[in-house]
């Protein structure tokens, strides 16, 4: 590796973490390095480094591996397709989480499959025959060896680093009800035929080589992966918001070469190549117009709800939609470079701080683990000493294992988030995984971005005003017609609007889109002007360009207001002017209030200017004091800092790729379904329906599920710390200690059933 000059950074991708302390066990071990800093993200299971000359990263690899866990080099940026290779789909990488769940569940159904007979016949004395017992070891064997092997290999990872997690727990508790079972089968006198298992509530001396314990083996590993992997099911994705992100660009690009249109891939563009852009096409880079007039949204980039006018000479970005016509542009930045790049980097940065939070079993377990380990081994060394009888003693150590196997643990998080997801789809809510849920708790401030949130997102006719002799039907219909001709969203808005009101429009003569400006033709014989003020100067030749007072203070008071005014003339006259502007979405107004019940204080969020964000601010119920207009994508995530800066806690409501940083950056990210897959993957939590007044609703279904997870992780300790001191004395059969946990278990599950009933 050559040497460098400055830092260098590298993102490895790591393997074999089942926790957060894995996690933090590699930082520590990288940041020991000299010249290194590295932050490990357990939930995107990436390490990001930055080293110093002298370090490779080949290095940096063999730290991990001899932690414990393996790393990999980033894969590199696939080579272009080559000319005559355009048509063969590129060869795309695994899908290795898909990959795993898949392999996951697969473990969990021939587990389960497995488990249950034993645990019946081993319960349910009737059911038990001549010999039962060899059938149940049959079975229970490979749940305990290849089912358990998940729980077992981490175990041993953790031992060789002086660690203890559930997975020793797990471990120890399954391999030795298994071993004393084989031994209680091969050595004892429970192999025998005709031999019955029945219940008794304490541990007889002497009786222990008569009983099995492989339905706490097979069960306890069954229940285990089933809680692990409602856990993996609900987990968020690596990465998933940033291929949404990059997801949004063009795929192909019309590029002129020689003076001809040729279609490649986008990859291909390099810096200085002119491509062309036709209505309804999306940008493929950033660049700058060099040949015709179009507007341009850029609604999913910037949140403006007015699509921008652009010539040549203007600026455009990547991923934005021309509406009208035909452009050429000239790429000024490609790839990384690019605007849409800069704020996928931004939502991955944003995200690295989230995964830091511990779920709360591995806070709790972190010392529950060790302490029952202990127990366990007091247990059986001081028993021995004092009675001498080394059945009894290892009865009521594997007792001790047993009933603190942390089963209802496992089941304490993934059950209630599974019921509390559930339910949340029917009232439109999606909660994206467990680790979100404490923020709900302490959130003071709702941040709800504008356009597409509190706003629809489209333009809509707002008002109609008519000069003193005209008729605002006769306005709305020649000015409608003629908009109608054009594909400007303003015009299509008017036209909607127009139609909606007075009906069926008439046909367009003489049709022209002055670029800029706005459009000219003749309806009805009536020469019709629509459009800027300046189109309306250059068209009525030699007529008084002055507004009459009515329609002055008419547009005066629009443009005030933020909304978007348009002059209309005909017949050598200006007859009105119509205001066009992103209404509120209807339940805004509530929703605000709903949010204000639950203890928050909302503050608005947008990239339009101060006159709109204002005017909404003003129809929602929002302080004046809370509103933060023409405010860039960029931005958006200073403004959520800055106010946690403050000492806040923030939600984040937002619909757009330009609130994707900002929805990773908050505390609490809500994101509006009907919105972009960005947003909603950067997000906690997912409004389906898009409707404002699911968020309160959001936080309050949020909080109670916590809350049933706090629930049943007491509970489930509850039963083990209660039952533990029976355990050491002796006055627990393993066998009992089996059915406690396994009752444990249904309480949890019954607890987290409650959630359906949510309103």
Request: aromatic content about 4%; glycine content about 10%; proline content about 4%.
């Amino acid at each position: 590796m050559p040497e460098t000059t400055s830092e260098a950074r590298v993102e490895l991708a790591i393997g074999g973490m089942t926790c957060a302390s894995c996690a933090a066990r590699v930082e520590k071990k990288l940041n020991r390095m000299e010249g290194v800093t590295a932050t490990v993200n357990y939930a995107t299971e990436k390490a990001k480094v930055t080293y110093e000359p002298g370090v490779e990263v080949a290095d940096l690899i063999a730290t991990v591996e001899r932690t414990g866990y393996t790393a990999r080099e980033p894969e590199p940026e696939p080579p272009a397709p080559a000319p005559d290779a355009q048509d063969e789909p590129p060869a795309g990488p695994q899908d290795g989480p898909d990959q795993a769940l898949a392999a996951l569940r697969q473990r969990l159904i021939i587990s389960a499959v497995l488990a249950a007979p034993v645990v019946a016949l081993s319960m349910i004395p009737v059911l038990q025959f001549d010999n039962w017992q060899w059938l149940c070891l049959t079975l229970a064997a490979p749940v305990v060896v290849w089912g358990a092997y998940p729980f077992h290999r981490a175990a041993w990872t953790n031992l060789r680093h002086g660690a203890a997690t559930m997975d020793t727990l797990v471990s120890l508790g399954t391999l030795a009800a298994f071993g004393w079972s084989l031994w209680a089968l091969f050595f004892g006198h429970a192999g025998m035929p005709g031999m019955r298992h029945g219940f008794d509530l304490t541990a007889r001396h002497g009786d222990g080589s008569s009983a099995i314990y492989l339905e706490a083996a097979a069960g306890v590993t069954a229940f285990l992966l089933l809680g692990r992997y409602l856990e993996a099911r609900s987990k968020r994705k690596a990465g998933a918001a940033l291929r949404a992100l990059m997801d949004l660009g063009a795929k192909d690009v019309t590029v002129l070469r020689g003076g001809r249109e040729v279609r490649e891939p986008v990859d291909r563009l390099a810096v200085g190549d002119r491509f062309v852009v036709r209505p309804g096409e999306k940008i493929a880079t950033d660049g700058t117009v060099v040949e015709g007039d179009s507007a341009v949204d850029a609604s999913m980039l910037t949140g403006e709800s007015v699509p921008v006018d652009v010539a040549p000479g203007d600026a455009v970005t990547g991923a934005t939609v021309n509406t009208a016509g035909r452009l050429v542009v000239e790429a000024t930045r490609i790839g990384a470079d690019t605007r849409l790049a800069r704020m996928a980097q931004l939502v991955e940065d944003a995200q690295s701080g989230k995964a830091e939070a511990q779920r709360l079993a591995d806070r709790i377990s972190a010392v529950f683990v060790p302490v029952v380990l202990v127990i366990a081994l007091v247990t059986l060394v001081v028993r021995l000493l004092v009675t001498g009888d080394a059945t009894a003693s290892f009865t009521a150590a594997v007792a001790v294992l047993i009933i603190a196997c942390p089963c209802a643990l496992g089941l304490a998080t993934p059950t209630a988030l599974m019921v509390g997801t559930g339910r949340g789809a029917q009232l439109g809510i999606l909660i994206k995984g467990p680790e979100v849920l404490e923020s709900t708790r302490r959130v003071d401030t709702v941040v709800l971005d504008k356009t597409g949130t509190v706003t629809t997102g489209r333009m809509s006719l707002y008002e109609a005003v008519p000069a003193a002799d005209t008729d605002e039907k006769a306005l709305l219909r020649l000015a409608g017609a003629l908009e109608h001709a054009s594909e400007h969203p303003v015009a299509r808005a008017i036209a909607e609007g127009a139609r909606e009101r007075v009906g069926e429009l008439p046909e367009v003569e003489r049709f022209e889109s002055v670029a800029g400006l706005g459009v000219r033709g003749t309806v009805d014989g009536h020469e019709v002007v629509v459009g800027r003020a300046r189109l309306l100067t250059e068209s009525l030749e030699g007529a008084d360009p002055d507004l009459p007072a009515e329609l002055s203070d008419a547009r005066e008071r629009a443009e005030a207001a933020g909304r978007t005014a348009v002059l209309v003339a005909w017949d050598g006259r200006a007859r009105g002017v119509l205001s066009v502007a992103d209404t509120v979405k209807e339940g805004s107004a509530e929703a605000v209030a709903r949010l204000r019940d639950l203890g928050l204080t909302p503050v608005l969020l947008t990239g339009d200017n101060a006159a709109v964000a204002a005017g909404v601010a003003r129809a929602v119920g929002i302080a004046g004091d809370q509103v933060f207009a023409e405010v860039m994508p960029e931005d958006k995530v200073a403004v959520v800092r800055r106010l946690q800066e403050r000492g806040r806690t923030v939600a984040m409501v937002g619909d757009g790729v330009n609130d994707a940083a900002a929805l990773a950056q908050a505390d609490l990210g809500l994101a509006i379904g009907t919105g972009t897959d960005a947003a909603i993957e950067a997000g906690d939590l997912t409004l389906v329906r898009g409707d404002l007044r699911v968020a309160a609703d959001a936080i309050r279904l949020a909080r109670r599920t916590l809350g049933t997870i706090k629930g049943n992780l007491f509970w489930a300790f509850g039963y083990n710390v209660a039952a533990i001191p029976l355990a050491v004395a002796g006055l627990l059969d393993p066998m009992i200690a089996g059915a406690a946990m396994a009752f444990s278990s249904v309480f949890v599950v019954t607890n987290s059933l409650r959630l359906r009933s949510f309103r």
